[in-house]
């Protein structure tokens, strides 16, 4: 969603109508995870993707019948023999896609104002009925419990209420999945599927060292989506021009400002000062936070060197052994940009749960199991 919001909330604000194709399962190995969308306007232009393509024309078929009136739909995709590139995915997984229309005002309006959420990096759930008993389609817009109310309904006081109180649950987790009720809210009963979609604010990654590599890990971690923030104690190195797509620049000690600033278990850390009077204290203080992967930079002599300081300094071997250092993949690179491209790699690997090796060499499944879809 987040790679077409611009052009959705054009079309919400210029009163366009289009379609909204959005992957609600995937079974095997698929190209696009839950929630990857796929829109279809008035005019027949298409943004977005749901497979890369192998389905796309038939989305898109579905989706300009859909915004002729048809109502929405859940269609489901897998491998077709001799002609998987007609309408299957030839990757041999299976995918459900639920197409619904954004034709009224109304319905632009409602979709508008979770856009409007997202755009402000606001935490949102958007939870829609699938099937059984329970109007297709029908959408439950959910806020964190200190925020406004809900919006919507999916047809009961109940459903909504367990509902809410689900999507809030997987909102602070940032997954995304297919929950099962009763009519009524009744859990541990299959009568209506949900998907519930969550929009949590970009995860965090936190570059400390404004050095040349920390300029394109920056430009590269915003590329994955991350809400990148460089720190330095060093005023001349620590500024805006040295790292124009960083969404913050800090001059500050490093473990100062991370003792003060928001972790979480989705958040990166990145440590390529070398230094050990930065290193030390602030690695230490990395090592207490839930931070998903920290990542230092340095030879293995400057390793060797750093974890005798940090025993030194009190830290147990259990925490030393989340330190991923040196930092990043074996790809032989050698310019601040190929590092960078080494240390995104291993971020990835370390988020799926990857080997690292060439696909070539391995078999079996090329899409790995691992946390739900990112918001």
Not at 285 to 293: M, Q, V
Request: proline share 6%; glycine share 10%; with cysteine.
């Amino acid at each position: 969603m987040r790679d077409i919001l611009p052009d959705l909330r054009a079309r919400c604000a210029d009163g366009i109508p289009f379609a909204l194709a959005t992957v609600v399962a995937v079974h095997g190995s698929a190209p696009r995870d839950p929630g990857a969308v796929l829109a279809v306007d008035a005019a027949g232009t298409v943004l977005g993707s749901v497979s890369g393509g192998c389905v796309e024309g038939d989305v898109y078929e579905v989706a300009r019948e859909v915004l002729a009136g048809a109502g929405p739909r859940v269609v489901s995709y897998g491998i077709s023999d001799d002609e998987a590139f007609d309408v299957g995915l030839t990757c041999g997984g299976t995918i459900e896609v639920l197409v619904r229309a954004c034709a009224t005002a109304a319905e632009r309006e409602e979709l508008a104002a979770v856009l409007d959420l997202i755009a402000a990096g606001l935490p949102v759930a958007e939870a829609t009925v699938l099937s059984g008993a329970a109007e297709t389609g029908a959408r439950l817009v959910v806020r964190p419990a200190d925020s406004p109310d809900s919006r919507g309904t999916l047809g009961s006081e109940g459903l909504d209420a367990a509902v809410t109180d689900d999507a809030r649950g997987l909102l602070a987790q940032g997954h995304t999945a297919i929950q099962w009720y009763g009519a009524w809210g009744q859990r541990r009963m299959q009568e209506v599927a949900v998907f519930v979609r969550t929009y949590a604010p970009p995860p965090r990654m936190l570059v400390f060292g404004a050095i040349d590599h920390a300029a394109a890990t920056a430009r590269i971690g915003s590329f994955l989506g991350y809400r990148v923030t460089v720190c330095d104690a060093r005023p001349a190195f620590a500024t805006r021009e040295r790292f124009p797509t960083a969404d913050e620049v800090v001059r500050a000690w490093p473990h100062t400002y991370l003792e003060s600033t928001a972790v979480d278990a989705r958040t990166v850390i990145c440590v390529l000062t070398h230094d050990p009077k930065f290193d030390v204290p602030l690695l230490a203080a990395a090592l207490r936070t839930p931070a998903a992967y920290i990542g230092v930079m340095g030879s293995r002599r400057t390793h060797r060197d750093r974890l005798a300081r940090l025993r030194a300094a009190g830290v147990d071997e259990a925490h030393l052994a989340r330190l991923a250092s040196p930092v990043g993949l074996d790809l032989g690179a050698r310019t601040p940009e190929e590092t960078a491209v080494s240390i995104a790699a291993e971020i990835i690997q370390h988020r799926w749960g990857g080997t690292g090796r060439p696909l070539g060499e391995l078999t079996g499944a090329i899409h790995h199991g691992g946390p739900a879809a990112r918001g």
